[in-house]
């Protein structure tokens, strides 16, 4: 089991475009959270961080320039990757995109699967695990494909979801992580799991982690939550 499916925010205008993105989106393994406007879009972003935005740049009231100022000037979605999706095809208008901080500039019309492509490469730098890669801090080593954990070459045995929780941790060394972010990633937007449970699961994957010796490599941030380091 790999655990929940990367989130991705689809900020999108025109109603058809948005339902063949969603559908093309679903299909290659995204959870899908949809915005139609701007406002919509940090509302969405407010209620959960997604793993990428793919971002319209023309839109009513609040434009995709102007999302993707506001994402870039908060500390906590600074890096969240952002596609952002125009008709303009010019280089003044692609560098503009870019310098207000979106990380990819894709010109109408594109190929379906070439935006799958760059969505999946900037999926490989924030979710590694997603993309199959090994996870390695310090002395642990996680493997996604074999579900192998070792620390200083000993295996380590975890439950499954303890299994995700460190994999979520290890992607973001020293960020720290509130329940709620870490309950979105591990367990998955449409479950309801109680907030305290992640403090279960916390303490379950720290007892797995120091069953062979080593010092506890997981911080606890009063009021603020858990990180790697």
């Known amino acids: 089991m790999s655990g929940p499916k990367p989130i991705v925010l689809l900020v999108e205008d025109e109603p058809a475009q948005r339902e063949i993105l969603r559908y093309n989106l679903e299909a290659e393994g995204f959870h899908v959270v949809a915005a139609s406007n701007g406002e919509e879009a940090m509302e969405r972003v407010a209620e959960g961080l997604p793993d990428l935005i793919l971002l319209d740049w023309m839109m009513p009231h609040v434009s995709g320039l102007e999302v993707c100022r506001r994402i870039r000037a908060k500390a906590e979605t600074r890096g969240i990757p952002i ?13 503009r995109g870019l310098e207000t901080g979106a990380d990819d500039y894709v ?35 996680l493997d996604p494909v074999t579900h192998r954990v070792t620390r200083a070459g000993a295996a380590l045995k975890l439950g499954p979801t303890e299994f995700r929780l460190l994999s979520c941790l290890l992607e973001r060394p020293g960020r720290v992580f509130s329940r709620e972010q870490l309950l979105d990633r591990v367990w998955g937007r449409d479950i309801y799991v109680d907030s305290r449970t992640v403090d279960v699961h916390v303490g379950r994957l720290r007892k797995a982690l120091m069953a062979t010796g080593g010092n506890d490599p997981l911080r606890t941030v009063r009021g603020a939550g858990y990180a790697m380091g």
């Not at 596609?83 to 010019?90: G, K, Q, Y």
């Open 83 to 95: 596609l952002m999706l125009s008709a303009r095809s010019e280089e003044v208008d692609k560098v």
């Open 107 to 141: 010109i109408k019309p594109y190929s379906v699967a070439e935006l799958m492509a760059r969505l999946r490469a900037h999926l490989r730098r924030v979710r590694p695990a997603q993309a199959g890669e090994v996870l390695e801090w310090q002395d642990i080593v």
